[in-house]
């Protein structure tokens, strides 16, 4: 902190003294009856004379954002949570608290009522006839024009980004309406929204590895989810055939421009459906956001465009690493010695226990996925890397899995159900094995979900949606700290 800095905030603290002093400092009794969008909707079109035939008293309130003193007469600028509102303020009709005003500064949060007029330039404002301090602001704000120019600041310390950026604020007032529509979409297709565990004794449902805890009075390890999805499916085998969870996941893996150790997911599943019915689902899903939340099918992103109005892309994963690999050969794209010739030649690490299905992900994540721009279905995810989706019952090599991709980034990731209890077990058992192995990501046995399965799911299909990612992408924002109001930071000093 400046020391000019310093000097201001003992000045306010001086100025918040006064008011103790005086006991008036923090008041709780005023109550405004408008808020700024509404005068401006209301009134904002009316001519400057009506105002004189047609009185209109209001009580507004909100925090000083700017401030203009011109000696009997000033001009003043308040932020409440729709927009802002000028005050006209006077010297003759305020007295006292006319000069009291010339001390407050911008930031402070003043409450005002009186009678609406438009200026000589149009403006609709606040004649103020009675005028209050309810909060002395003791931190200078940044200058409005230059905003808070360190990235890590306006994430510290995400209160100020959201007090000088309208910007700020319309990212995240779209992520809520973007939640809002999710539930619309699903409740109207009969889904029922649940919850489920955050602290679970089996930390499963996806790849990764957890974040560990433990419950003191049952002397227990527990792990915080990395996904709902067999707790989920739990309640599928139980009769609610369409569910979903918005929720919070928590994976203990590095953090970029695209990953936060705590991020939001929508999760659901589907009775008596399969992952086309779900790229389908998905596909109107992510046009209606369009539609309803930016009114257009194009949108906008890092300076590209991309084309939600027609039929988005779909393409298998093998198909993809022919493509974009010259020269390897299709014939051999499951034989593991060839696999790891290429692997060797791009640089990409492996491990003994890699299969031809593991290898395949990754060289497709080194050579493919970062080049899949437009909206694309990529489809027929290998079974090694699928432990929890149905196998394609013409190549069992391969599952009825899909992942959707926009610029580069996965959004989503479905797939028809495995509702083979023993094939599962199977499953369970090779990724114990991996764990075993030393893969920390691998999932661990859960003999209760094998049970839940051994009473019968239904033929059932899951998706789950990046949230965080989706608003990225509407919001054409470039890392996932802008679109989350507390990303993880480290711990400041």
Known sequence: MSADENKLIAERRAKLQKLRDAGVAFPNDFRRDALADQLLTAYGDRAPEWFDANPVRVAVGGRMMAKRVMGKASFAKITDRSGDIQLFL???????????????????????????????????????????????????????????????????????????????????RLRTQLVKYLRSFLDAMDFLEVETPMMQAIAGGALARPFVTHHNALDLQLYLRIAPELYLKRL???????????????????????????????ELYQAYADYIDLMNMLERMCQGLCDVLKGTRYIEYQGET???????????????????????????????????????????????????????IEIFEKTAEHRLSAPTFVYAYPAEVSPLARRNDADPFLTDRFEFFVGGREIANGFSELNDPEDQANRFREQLAHKHAGDEEAMQYDADYVRALEYGLPPTAGLGVGIDRLVMLLTNSASIRDVLLFPYMRPEG
């Open 306 to 360: 991309f084309d939600f109005s027609q039929p988005f892309r779909r393409v298998t994963v093998e198909d993809l690493i022919v493509h974009f690999n010259q020269g390897i050969e299709r014939a051999k794209l499951r034989d593991v010695a060839y696999l790891r010739g290429h692997c060797d030649r791009l640089g990409i690490a492996y491990t003994p226990g890699h299969g031809a299905g593991k290898l395949q």
């Open 236 to 266: 599928v085998v139980g009769g609610f055939e369409r569910v979903y969870e918005l929720n919070r996941n928590f994976r203990n893996e590095g953090i970029s421009t695209r990953h936060n150790p705590e991020f939001t997911m929508l």
């Open 90 to 172: 006077q010297r003759d009709a305020l007295g006292e608290t006319y000069e009291e005003f010339k001390t407050w500064d911008v930031g402070d949060v003043v409450g005002a009522a009186g009678l609406l007029f438009k200026t000589r330039t149009g403006e609709l404002s606040v004649r103020v006839e009675k005028l209050r301090l309810l909060v002395k602001s003791l931190r200078p704000l940044p200058d409005k024009w230059h905003g808070l120019s360190d990235q890590e600041t306006r994430y510290r310390q995400r209160y100020v980004d959201l007090i000088i950026s309208p910007e700020s604020r319309a990212v995240f």
